[in-house]
């Protein structure tokens, strides 16, 4: 099917008239058809022009999955700007959003432009008309929805993304991330990704599955037969431990994909081995998109994967100067139809958007058409001298068998002197002194001087690690050996 530059409700509308009765959306509880997401939509257009709601306002939505996956299309209807409000981001005074849609009201909000959907509210959305006509959007480089960045260096930045952009985006979903369906993608709405995965589905009259949690997501891949899985390495650790304990077996899984941070290689082989499966890891970004794409489990030197058509990948030194093949430096991406900046954040554009490029503040170089990664610029820990990137140290310590999940940071101790510290998520059974022996092998001068083992490691709503959390909390912690 030929994927159109259209108004995006324009999508759902056509979904919903060649097959009405079809599963737009699968949840661990309910499915919905096309037919009911198109009448719930227009219902939620309603009420959001009522209220004042016009287009190029920014509507925020925190609520469950279905009434926010209707609302993202009644945003689209009324010409406004949709987006899921990240936890942190009002409080921490983000001023992007000039609405936002909830089930329980928002302290950090003003309350007159909170749309609550109390009992009272939705009892008067059954009742709304549906013949209010859609609005357009002016031209095609519109602003129609705002992912948001994943915030591991401060807080999160709103990305604005066009309805051309926004196809774009789903035509590269369809050749580059989706070898095979049904697909699955696990994680949460607050990303791009996931959100660029339900429109591509409404666009082709597929299904959108909904994750679920836990175990719940283990019994979705087995009811729907998944065939493609797409998930962050946090939540893969998480399904392997998960696995693990079961008898379950998938045999229509066949791609694994991973996406939103580097997988450790002794993690990939070993989800390779349990599900009997392909992986494929993603380097991509909110901003630029997918940007690069390697098969297997090694990462060795770095190795990002083969730059995608399409896509211009180059190394620059801290001037701007762009460096040789082969050159390390910060990496800079560029491709048609790319974000320019982030909404009312002009000094972290100014930082991260320069000629035309973005930078993320990773370090690597370009070979060719191959990407190899070191690091990003602002996590690199100086260990007197000794430059680590806190990835090496993770991926090691996942290598040690029962050790679940690990963060490695910058900490510095009482002489004011940065050491490399470990968090690791295990039970009992693993012993600190014999995860050090084991580090000390295959890290050498670049072992963690700090260990500790901890319930839970902080992250972000796109599951990547907070560091600058996690140095903070462990700041005045006497219990670190």
């Not at 993304?161 to 095979?180: G, H, N, S, Y």
């Not at 290689?265 to 392909?278: E, K, N, P, S, Y």
């Not at 060719?368 to 007197?384: K, M, P, V």
């Amino acid at each position: 099917m030929m994927l159109t530059h259209d108004h995006p409700f324009l999508h759902l509308a056509r979904s919903a008239e060649r097959e009405p009765g079809a599963v737009a959306i699968s949840t661990v509880d309910v499915d919905m058809s096309y037919a009911e997401l198109l009448d719930t939509s227009l219902r939620f257009a309603a009420l959001l022009r009522e209220r004042g709601v016009v287009p190029g306002d920014v509507v925020g939505v925190r609520a469950p999955a279905l009434v926010e996956l209707s609302l993202a299309f009644a945003i689209f209807h009324e010409a406004a700007v949709g987006t899921n409000v990240p936890l942190g981001y009002l409080e921490s005074g983000g001023t992007a959003i000039d609405w936002v849609v909830a089930v329980a009201p928002l302290e950090s909000f003003p309350a007159d432009r909170q749309i609550i959907l109390d009992t009272e509210t939705m009892q008067r959305v059954a009742t709304l008309s549906l013949g209010n006509e859609m609005i357009p959007y002016p031209p095609d480089d519109a602003v129609c929805r705002l992912p948001f960045s994943s915030g591991t260096t401060g807080r999160p930045k709103p990305v604005p993304l066009t309805v051309d952009t926004l196809v774009d985006r789903c035509i590269d979903r369809r050749e580059q991330w989706m070898p095979a369906q049904p697909y699955f993608c696990h994680l949460g709405l607050s990303t791009g990704l996931t959100f660029m995965t339900f429109y591509a589905h409404v666009i082709l009259g597929e299904t959108y599955i909904s994750p679920g949690e836990g175990a719940q997501v283990l019994e979705q891949l087995r009811r729907h037969n998944v065939a493609c899985l797409m998930a962050s390495p946090h939540q893969l650790s998480v399904l392997l431990t998960s696995v693990r304990a079961s008898t379950a077996t998938f045999p229509a899984l066949k791609t694994i994909m991973s996406a939103g941070a580097a997988l450790p290689d002794f993690l990939g082989q070993q989800l390779m081995r349990r599900f009997d499966a392909d992986l494929v890891v993603t380097y991509a970004s909110t901003e630029a998109g997918s940007t690069a794409i390697r098969l297997g489990a090694d990462s060795t030197d770095g190795s990002a994967g083969t730059v995608i058509n399409g896509v211009e990948v180059a190394a620059f030194d801290e001037a701007g100067g762009r460096l040789p093949d082969g050159a390390q430096g910060l990496i800079g991406v560029r491709r048609a139809r790319q974000p320019r900046s982030y909404l009312n954040e002009p000094e972290a554009t100014a930082r991260a958007f320069r000629e035309g490029y973005f930078f993320s503040g990773d370090l690597g170089r370009v070979v060719g058409d191959q990407l190899y990664l070191a690091g990003r610029q602002s996590e690199i820990i100086n260990a007197a001298g000794i430059k680590v990137d806190p990835t090496r140290v993770e991926a090691a310590a996942y290598e040690w068998d029962g050790v679940q999940e690990s963060a490695a940071f910058g900490f510095f101790d009482s002489r004011g002197l940065e050491v490399i510290a470990l968090v690791f998520v295990s039970d009992a059974s693993v012993a600190v002194n014999d995860l050090m022996s084991h580090l000390r092998s295959r890290l050498g001068e670049s072992t963690p001087t700090r260990v500790a083992r901890v319930d839970d490691i902080p992250r972000n709503h796109m599951g990547k690690v907070n560091r600058d959390e996690l140095a903070r909390l462990f700041s005045s912690r006497v219990d670190i050996p």
